[in-house]
């Protein structure tokens, strides 16, 4: 007697995927290929500002790639984001060249900073929460302790901590972004300039200042502590090239 076919009222289920599935796969595609972009920005930054990449020298972006053990479009997309910050300049046919900052370049940065960041710290003076004023504080104190033990690579990994919780401070992501590009490049003045014990002790200083400024909300004072702290560097530098 012949087998009976099924009569079962449910349709069979399809193997190919939904609307919802398909939409879902393609997120976490997109995810994966920013979080990619970032580590690639994120670990040739740091090469270039520590200078593990020295400057002025010339790089194959393929070798970047082997480097990194990173794909091409995600470090081709760093390195456009590093151009724009001006650490690289990728030149057609050659590779991308690692910039070097002449002392006019320095200065420049340093006479940029002078017109954003005393705003900058203002806004933070009249907006820092507790919670900012508390990390500050710890901040300071590891930064105390990095002297007395003469750790120069944690004092900058502190300088920089410091002045990213000042932009977040200012509740303002346009001027935060400013901010932080520009402490960010600035922040390979520590590994091209020879500095002493001297030196941290003067921007701790100056931090102490800026700190006391926010803490008591005054913007005037926030303003003036960080043209203080400027016009220190700039002078510092200046006082180490001549």
């Known amino acids: 007697m012949p087998k009976a076919k099924s009569t079962s009222a449910w349709p069979a289920r399809s193997k190919t995927p939904n609307r919802g599935e398909k939409s879902f796969a393609l997120k976490r595609s997109r ?58 300049q990728i030149v057609p046919r050659k590779g ?21 960041e005393p705003a900058g710290m203002a806004l933070a003076a009249q907006r820092a929460q507790s919670h900012h004023l508390r990390t500050l504080q710890t901040l300071l104190k590891q930064s105390r302790r990095a002297i007395k033990d003469s750790d120069r690579a944690g004092y900058m990994a502190l300088d920089s ?4 919780e000042i932009v977040r401070a200012t509740d303002n992501s346009v001027l935060a972004d400013v ?43 926030a303003s003036a502590a960080a043209r203080a702290h400027l016009t220190s560097l700039r002078r510092r530098i200046m006082h180490g090239v001549l």
């Open 31 to 88: 995810d994966a290929a920013l979080s990619l972009t970032e580590r690639a920005y994120a670990e040739i930054r740091h090469r270039v500002i520590t200078l593990g990449f020295r400057p002025g020298e010339f790089l194959n972006e393929s070798l970047i790639c082997a480097a990194l053990g990173i794909g091409r479009t995600p470090v081709h997309e760093a390195l456009h984001r590093l151009q724009v910050e001006g650490l690289v």
């Open 96 to 116: 991308v060249l690692i910039r070097t900052d002449s002392l006019n370049d320095v200065i420049a940065l340093i006479e940029t900073r002078m017109l954003v």
């Open 161 to 164: 901590k410091f002045h990213n």
């Open 179 to 221: 901010m932080r590009m520009l402490h960010q490049r600035a922040s390979r003045i520590w590994h091209l300039q020879v500095w002493t014990d001297a030196d941290l002790q003067v921007t701790q200083v100056e931090h102490e200042a800026i700190f006391e400024a926010l803490k008591s909300g005054d913007a005037e004072a």
